[in-house]
C-alpha cells in the first residue's frame, strides 16, 4: 500500500527559529496539501500546491509560512520564524490526478509534530 | 461562510449496536461528500466517497447517506466492534480543498 512519509516524527524548536517539515507524497500523485492539528482542535487546511504553485491557501497560511517541492520527490512546509501557537500536529497528504482512480480522496501522512518553546 | 457541522459530544454505544453519525453543512454545494476516520495522533485515513447524485453508499458495514437538500450526511456503522472507537470526519468537497469538520469520537464499549 503506497503510503505519504513525513519528517521528522516529532520537532522541539525554540520560538523565532524557522522550521523545515519534509514529505514524501505518494510518488503518482500530483496534488499536495498541508494541514494542522492543535492538539484537541480540528484538522485545518492550509494550502494545496499542484503543478509547481499554490493553488489554494488558507488565512492560517500567512507570510510566516512557505512551501516548495524542492525535487522530483519532497514537498516541503517552512515555517519562518515560529511563534508558541504554531505548536500542532502538522499534516502532509497528496491525491491524484483529476479523472484518475481515487481523485479527490487524499492519503495523509502520520503527522509531525512540532513543539514550539 | 462556509460550516460543516458534527456532533462534537463523544458517542457511546455497545458493542454490536449501529452507530449512527451526523453531518450538517450550510452555505455549500459539495459535488461529493467524504468520510475520514482519525485515530489519537495518527492523520485522517479515507473511509467513503458519495457523490451529490448517490443517495446511499455501502462498504462492508458502513453505509453512508448522502441528501442535498437537507444538507445532510448520515454515517453508519453496523454491528460496532471495540475496534471502531475513533473520531469520525466528514469534508463535504467540490475542488481541490478538503475542509473538514470538528469530528465525532464515538467509542463502542464490549
Known amino acids: 500500500e503506497p503510503e505519504v512519509t513525513q519528517t521528522p516524527s516529532h520537532q522541539v524548536t525554540q520560538m523565532g527559529q524557522e522550521v523545515i517539515l519534509r514529505c514524501v507524497p505518494i510518488s503518482n500523485h500530483l496534488y499536495f496539501y498541508w494541514y494542522r492539528q492543535i492538539l484537541g482542535q480540528k484538522v485545518e487546511f492550509l494550502v494545496s500546491f499542484y503543478n509547481n504553485e499554490i493553488s489554494e491557501k488558507s488565512e492560517i497560511f500567512d507570510d510566516q509560512f512557505s512551501v516548495e517541492r524542492p525535487d522530483g520527490s519532497n514537498f516541503t512546509l517552512k515555517i519562518r520564524s515560529t511563534k508558541l501557537e504554531d505548536s500542532a500536529m502538522y499534516f502532509c497528504?497528496?491525491?491524484?490526478?483529476?479523472?484518475?482512480?481515487?481523485?479527490?480522496?487524499?492519503?495523509f501522512g502520520a503527522g509531525s509534530r512540532l513543539t514550539v518553546l | 461562510s462556509q460550516k460543516i457541522e458534527q456532533n462534537s459530544e463523544a458517542l457511546n454505544i455497545q458493542e454490536g449496536k449501529t452507530a449512527t453519525l451526523t453531518c450538517n453543512y450550510t452555505?455549500?454545494?459539495?459535488?461529493?461528500l467524504q468520510w475520514y476516520r482519525q485515530d489519537p495522533g495518527r492523520g485522517p485515513v479515507f473511509l467513503l466517497l458519495i457523490r451529490e447524485n448517490e443517495k446511499e453508499k455501502r462498504k462492508e458495514r458502513l453505509k453512508v447517506t448522502f441528501d442535498t437538500t437537507l444538507k445532510q450526511s448520515l454515517f453508519h456503522i453496523t454491528a460496532s466492534q471495540p475496534a471502531d472507537s475513533a473520531t469520525y470526519l466528514c469534508?463535504?468537497?467540490?475542488?481541490?480543498?478538503?475542509?473538514f469538520g470538528t469530528g465525532t469520537r464515538l467509542l463502542v464499549s464490549p
Open positions: 452555505n455549500y454545494s459539495p459535488a461529493y
Open positions: 469534508a463535504p468537497s467540490g475542488f481541490q480543498k478538503l475542509v
Open positions: 497528504a497528496s491525491s491524484a490526478e483529476r479523472g484518475s482512480p481515487g481523485a479527490n480522496v487524499l492519503t
